[in-house]
Each structure stands twice: as C-alpha cells, then as structure tokens.
C-alpha cells in the first residue's frame, strides 16, 4: 500500500480582517469568490483544496499567475495559516504543531526551493549550503562535510569558496537546491524554481533534479506554471484555476482526458508521443485474436508502457500488428489503425 507523505483536506485561505465571518458565509450561502470579495472586502486565496502526495511521488501544482499555487504550497510547512481544513505532512498535524515544533519540522524534515533563492551575498556557496545546518548547532566539521556532499550532488564541487555574484543564474539555483538537501529532508517545497532560467539551462536542471529526487527518494510538490515543465517530471499534475484544484491526474489522464474547456485551453497544442502508452489504446489481446485471422506469432512484442513514439519506431520495420506484453505475457494488441487513433487522439 502506498504511503502518504502529504494530505490536504478542505483547505481554505480568505485574505482580510473579516476573513472569519467570510468563511461561514461561504458555508451558510455557497458565496462565490467575487461575491466574498463584495460584500467582505476578502480574497479568496485557495478553496476547499484537497489532495494527497505519496512518497517519492513528483506532485506538480499548475496554473496561471493568481490561480493559488504558490499560496497552497506555502501552507504545507505552514508560512500561511489556512483559515480553515487540516493538513498532514508526514503524519504529523501540521497546524496542531506549537512553534518550537514546528520550526523542527521546518528545519529537519522539510526543503523548500524559491524562484529567487536569496542567497547570502557575503557568505561562500560552502556557507551558504551549510547554513541550515549552522542553524540546527550542528559543529563545523560536519556542516563542511554534509555541505560538500550537497554540492556534488549538484555538480558544483571545485565552487564552494566563490561567492554567489561569480555564479550563473543556473549554479545559484543548484546552490539552493544543494541547502534544501542539506538538512537531508524527507520532503521538497519548489516554488517555480526553474521559471527564470534559460530553457537549455532549465532542461538540464529538470534532468538533474528528477534525477536526484528518484536516487534520495525525496517527495516534492512542485509548483509551475508551464505545462510542458510539469508534464515532463511530474507523476501527478494538479491544475489550479482561481483558488480551485480543477484537475488532479497523471500527465496522460491531464492530456487525453481534460474535465473541462479550461484544462483543455492547457494542454491544446501537446505533444501526445511521449505521453500516451500502449496498455492505453491497445484491444485486449484474445478479442483480436477471436476475430482476426492474423498470425500473431509473427508480431513484434513490446512491453505495455512502450509510447506512442516507440510505437510508431516499430510500426515503420513491420507489416504484422504489434503484441503489448506485460510480464511476458501478451495482453493486446496494437495495428496500424489503433495506432493512427492514438497519434489523432480520436476514442479507441
């Protein structure tokens, strides 16, 4: 059974002195968003959001500018107090926790990664690094040594004695995400930490950092507002449109079956090859077979999870239709017409 790390429940966040009473309007009279903000002065920062991260599972949060993304992420270690649901982070309630518990929890189980890191500009990468360590009282020698760890996890060894200034936009984002692993914590915060940099440079760090997350097994929520960002390292994609989680799935469930014409607007444009599998589009292997007369020990066999763009590879060397096999054992069938639905994203 899957273990969840993170759980969100009936999350709510109203900006404003009567943020209180805004709340028990909205649970006595269903109030809308403008209509809080009318007759309460109030913003609705995210509403009745719920879901839950399990470990070492990548949760992308997306959505435009305002949607409430980087509002929802800050609750998780709570630098925003919800005005009212619960929140768990490693079976831990999070708003139960006193002060002194809860910069704990901060310090030794939790990692958050900005968009601008905030670097100390008088302090070495070294000591930058180390500095959440400094904080915990841990001793030099061991701060040098868990820092140096970090920063070759990061390719940044042979940098620790420059200052951020001799740094490129790309090593000081590695910086900070080297003190957000510092303290080795069970769980990643990164707030759109990718957004500024220039797209080779973002590649190479969404390679890195997928990377790194599967070999420490760490579990992120990764907030971004680019589609194609949060397809590429995300398990699971969570679309958010003012304060609402609209969609929650995999980046295939997100692409092929969008719940609305807001989701849609998202992923129109995508690129579906590398997105839809086999076991998606296939025909159940003994329902072809009960009504073809094709000899399919002459088919190609390739495993369920093969792509749309492996599959069309293999399509171009053969005449026979395809056999999707899972532990070996042949489950369906894949033909030139199937495939030519799943590239067109027609119903199969």
Same mark, same amino acid.
């Given at each position: 059974?899957?273990? +969840? ?11 404003g002195?009567?943020a209180n009473?805004?709340?028990?309007? !909205?649970i006595d009279?269903?109030?809308? #968003? ?7 002065? &109030? ?5 009745? &959001? +719920? ?9 992308? $949060?997306?959505?435009?500018s ?6 929802m992420?800050?609750?998780l270690?709570?630098? /925003? ?8 982070v490693?079976?831990?309630d ?6 002194s518990?809860?910069r704990?929890l901060?310090?030794?189980? !939790? ?10 500009p008088h ?9 959440p360590? @400094?904080?915990?009282g841990?001793? #030099?020698?061991k ?6 760890? &970090?920063l ?5 060894d ?14 000081q984002?590695? $910086? ?31 390679e @890195? ?9 760490k ?5 971004t507002h ?12 969570? !679309?958010m449109?003012d ?6 799935g ?8 969008? /719940?609305?014409?807001?989701v ?15 076991h998606?589009?296939?025909? #159940?292997f003994?329902?072809?077979a009960?009504? +073809?007369?094709?000899d399919?020990?002459? +088919? ?13 590879? !293999? ?6 239709p395809i ?5 070996? #054992?042949?489950?369906?069938? $894949?033909?030139?017409?199937t495939?030519?639905?799943g ?6």
């Amino acid at each position: 059974m899957s273990e +969840s790390v993170i759980k969100l429940d009936s999350v709510w966040k109203i900006f404003g002195d009567d943020a209180n009473d805004a709340m028990q309007a !909205i649970i006595d009279k269903g109030l809308t #968003k403008p209509q809080v903000l009318e007759q309460f002065g &109030c913003v609705v920062g995210i509403a009745d &959001c +719920s879901f839950e991260v399990e470990r070492g599972e990548i949760f992308c $949060v997306m959505g435009l500018s305002g949607s409430g993304k980087s509002t929802m992420v800050r609750h998780l270690n709570r630098l /925003i107090e919800p005005t009212s649901g619960t929140i768990h982070v490693l079976g831990r309630d999070v708003l139960g926790l006193n002060e002194s518990d809860l910069r704990k929890l901060r310090a030794a189980h !939790i990692g958050m990664v900005f968009q601008h890191m905030a670097l100390f500009p008088h302090r070495t990468v070294r000591d930058n690094v180390a500095f959440p360590l @400094q904080i915990q009282g841990e001793p #030099k020698a061991k701060r040098w040594e868990l820092s140096q760890h &970090c920063l070759n996890l990061v390719n940044l060894d042979g940098y620790e004695d420059r200052f951020p200034s001799e740094l490129s936009g790309g090593m000081q984002q590695r $910086v900070g995400l080297a003190r957000a692993l510092a303290s080795d914590p069970e769980v990643l915060l990164m707030d759109e930490p990718f957004s500024a940099l220039d797209p080779l440079i973002r590649r190479q760090l969404q390679e @890195q950092f997928m990377a790194l997350s599967a070999d420490l097994d760490k579990t992120t929520v990764f907030i971004t507002h680019d589609l194609d960002e949060a397809i590429r390292i995300g398990n699971r994609i969570a !679309i958010m449109k003012d304060g609402v989680i609209v969609q929650i799935g995999s980046p295939e469930e997100i692409v092929t079956n969008p /719940i609305d014409d807001y989701v849609k607007d998202f992923v129109e444009g995508i690129s579906t090859l590398k997105l839809i599998f086999a076991h998606t589009i296939m025909e #159940k292997f003994d329902d072809y077979a009960a009504s +073809s007369s094709e000899d399919l020990a002459q +088919s190609p066999r390739v495993p369920h999870d093969t792509d749309l763009s492996g599959l069309i590879d !293999i399509s171009t060397t053969t005449e026979y239709p395809i056999v999707i096999t899972d532990d070996g #054992k042949d489950v369906g069938v $894949v033909n030139k017409s199937t495939l030519l639905k799943g590239i067109k994203g027609g119903d199969n």
